[in-house]
C-alpha cells in the first residue's frame, strides 16, 4: 500500500561534497521518497538518453520534455514522489532548458519548476560548515576523478574529471574552491530569498554524526513516514581518511 503524500517533487540543493549522495541514497532506500539522483546535469544528459532510450536528432538535439517525461518515471516511488539533486548551477540549466518549453515562464525558475514537475515542490539545503575540510574533499576528487564510491546506479554527478590522478596537496587550489563553495552558498541563499523559498536545512556535520535521524527528519518534513519494516540502507561510502586530516593540517598551519 502506497503512502499518501502532498509532497509531488523534491529537491536536494547543495554544493559539492556536502554528503548529497549519501542523502540521496538513503532516502532512495526508504522506498516512499523518489529515487533521487542528479539527473539534470548537463555532462550527464547523454548518459541518461541512452539508458532510457531517448533518440536524438541527427543533429545531436533530444527533446528536452521527453527527457524530463523519463526522468520523472524513473525517480518517482509508487506514492507519486520524485525526488532529484540540484547542485549550485545545475538549478539554472534546467530551468533554462525548461523555459524552452515554456517560454511564457522564462526569468520565473520556480514556476517553470512547478509547471514541470507539479505542486509542492519542495527545497532540502545541505551544506557543509567546515568548508576547508570540503575544498579538501573536493580536490581529492577533483584529482582521482573519484566523486564517490559505492551507489545504487549513478550515472555520474561528479565533476567530470579523468579518474587516476595521484592526489596532491595543493594550497592555491584548496583556496580557489573554498571560494567557490562560498560563492555558491551565497548564490543558493540568493535564489532562496528572491522566490520567498524556506528549505529545510541539514547539516552535513549533522548527516555525517547521525545519517539515519537526518533522513528520518528529511521525511518528516517531506510528510512522508518510514514505511513499518523498511530499514534505511546507506549506499554510499565514507571516502575521508588520515589523508584529508594531513592537508587541512597543513593547510591551517600557515592560516
Not at 538535439?61 to 521527453?66: T, W
Not at 547521525?210 to 521525511?219: E, I, K, Q, R, W
Amino acid at each position: 500500500m502506497t503512502q499518501p503524500t502532498d509532497t509531488a517533487t523534491y529537491f536536494i540543493c547543495a554544493t559539492p561534497r556536502t554528503g548529497s549522495s549519501l542523502l540521496l541514497g538513503l532516502l532512495g532506500s526508504t522506498g516512499v521518497a523518489g529515487h533521487p539522483q542528479a539527473y539534470f546535469r548537463s555532462p550527464d544528459e547523454g548518459a541518461w538518453a541512452e539508458r532510457w532510450g531517448i533518440r536524438r536528432t541527427p543533429q545531436g538535439a533530444l527533446d528536452y520534455g521527453e527527457f524530463v517525461r523519463a526522468a520523472l518515471r524513473e525517480g518517482r516511488t509508487g506514492n507519486g514522489v520524485f525526488g532529484a539533486k540540484l547542485m549550485w548551477g545545475t538549478h539554472a540549466e534546467l530551468t533554462g532548458r525548461l523555459a524552452g518549453l515554456h517560454p511564457e515562464l522564462a526569468g520565473d525558475e520556480l514556476r517553470l519548476l512547478e509547471r514541470e514537475f507539479g505542486q509542492p515542490v519542495r527545497f532540502v539545503h545541505l551544506r557543509r560548515d567546515d568548508i576547508l575540510a570540503q575544498a579538501v574533499s573536493w580536490l581529492r576528487a577533483e584529482q582521482t576523478g573519484v566523486w564517490f564510491v559505492g551507489g545504487r546506479g549513478e550515472i555520474s554527478g561528479g565533476g567530470g574529471q579523468v579518474a587516476g590522478e595521484r592526489p596532491h596537496f595543493d594550497r592555491d587550489a584548496i583556496t580557489r574552491i573554498m571560494r567557490t563553495v562560498e560563492a555558491h552558498n551565497a548564490g543558493w541563499e540568493r535564489w532562496f530569498e528572491a522566490y520567498g523559498i524556506q528549505p529545510y536545512r541539514v547539516r552535513y556535520e549533522d548527516l555525517s554524526a547521525d545519517p539515519s535521524a537526518v533522513t528520518l527528519s528529511v521525511l518528516d518534513d517531506l510528510g512522508l513516514a518510514l514505511p513499518a519494516g523498511q530499514q534505511l540502507t546507506p549506499s554510499h561510502h565514507r571516502q575521508a581518511d588520515r589523508l584529508n586530516e594531513e592537508w587541512i593540517a597543513r593547510f591551517s598551519r600557515f592560516g
